[in-house]
């Protein structure tokens, strides 16, 4: 069967490839996680915070500037605390600024 007129839906590709499950579980925790943060983060700043990845017990917030990113780390000890309340094993996080590119 040619592949190209077989298409599949992320569903089911992860069903048949359990790395791109695992890949799935991870975004899906990852957005979850920053969802249960959401109301320590300052208002002005939601925006500029994003889900990275979990290496095991360390967690990346990817942050759209270095001045969020200053913010953000005066609040991990309270971020971190509040995850594992909610049963997260967070040992830390990390903190990540990604600078837009002009194409």
Do not use: F, Y
């Not at 109301?39 to 915070?49: D, E, K, M, N, Y």
Request: glycine content about 4%; overall charge positive; aromatic content about 2%.
């Amino acid at each position: 069967m040619n592949r190209r007129q077989h298409s599949v839906t992320l569903l089911q590709a992860s069903q048949n490839s359990p790395t791109l499950a695992g890949l799935i579980e991870l975004a899906s925790e990852s957005a979850a996680r920053l969802k249960a943060i959401e109301s320590l983060i300052p208002g002005t700043l939601r925006t500029a915070v994003k889900a990275g990845p979990i290496e095991g017990p360390v967690w990346c917030l990817v942050l759209d500037n270095n001045a969020a990113a200053a913010k953000i780390r005066q609040l991990l000890p309270a971020l971190e605390a509040h995850l594992r309340t909610k049963g997260w094993d967070v040992n830390s996080i990390r903190v990540k600024v990604q600078i837009a590119r002009n194409r």
